[in-house]
């Protein structure tokens, strides 16, 4: 499998999910977050997209996206147990396992996932992560976890203009969590637990000491 060609594909498309404004429809929106969705073209399901403001500096924010074992993503993030590096193909790109626990009170059960995750920066101070599944052969289905699929999914941290102490972070998920869950409790789940995340994610960039 070619992993750098996946992974490349994979930032183009959210781009043009960042771009294309059009088909999207709101499920959440609070003070600090939209969160939208629509039908995927990747899978019969829906690839959601949020929005929002976080306060910090884009190298802050990134800091706790980033996608790295023993990050701080698995310490602020309730969705991520787990995240193991399994291979790194260049610099940028990395091939990791991220198990997540059960969810939806305990409806969902723990799942790991298999991605090929591409770190990249745009010369206007962007910087994201793009993630899809790939199979990889140090990390077959294991016990005790439902193997679910992402599609292309990550994080986009945008700088503002003038508020450098202020960052644009979208974010797109469109995971096919496997197993047999019910369409209902998956499309109330991805909005909340969206919501959520920038929740978390705005509270753990406040207690970044300055980066």
């Known amino acids: 499998m070619d992993y750098e060609d996946k992974a490349k594909t994979v930032a183009e498309c959210l781009l043009s999910y960042k771009r294309d404004e059009s088909g ?26 949020g929005e929002g403001i976080v306060s910090g500096s884009p190298e802050k924010v990134w800091e706790c996206l980033k996608p790295v074992p023993n ?9 991520v147990k787990k995240f193991e590096l399994l291979e790194q193909i260049t610099e940028d790109i990395s091939i990791c396992r991220t198990v997540t626990p059960s969810a939806a009170m305990g409806i969902i059960a723990p799942r790991d996932f298999v991605d090929v995750i591409l770190v990249k920066q745009y010369e206007d101070g962007t ?5 899809t599944n790939v199979s990889h052969p140090g990390c077959p289905a294991q016990s005790g976890y439902v193997r679910g699929f992402n599609h292309p999914c990550g994080c986009v941290c945008v700088p503002i203009s003038g508020e450098p102490n202020k960052t ?25 637990s969206m919501a959520e995340f920038y929740g978390n994610l705005a509270k753990a960039v406040k207690s970044l000491k300055d980066l």
């Open 71 to 79: 990050g701080l993503r698995v310490k602020w993030d309730n969705n």
């Open 127 to 131: 910087i994201s992560s793009n993630a």
């Open 168 to 192: 644009q972070v979208f974010s797109f998920f469109q995971t096919d969590l496997g197993g047999l869950l019910p369409r209902s409790v998956v499309d109330s789940f991805f909005p909340s």
């Open 24 to 49: 999207w429809k709101v499920c959440k929106k609070s003070n600090d977050v939209v969160v939208s969705w629509r039908p995927s073209s990747e899978f019969p399901g829906n690839v959601y997209k």
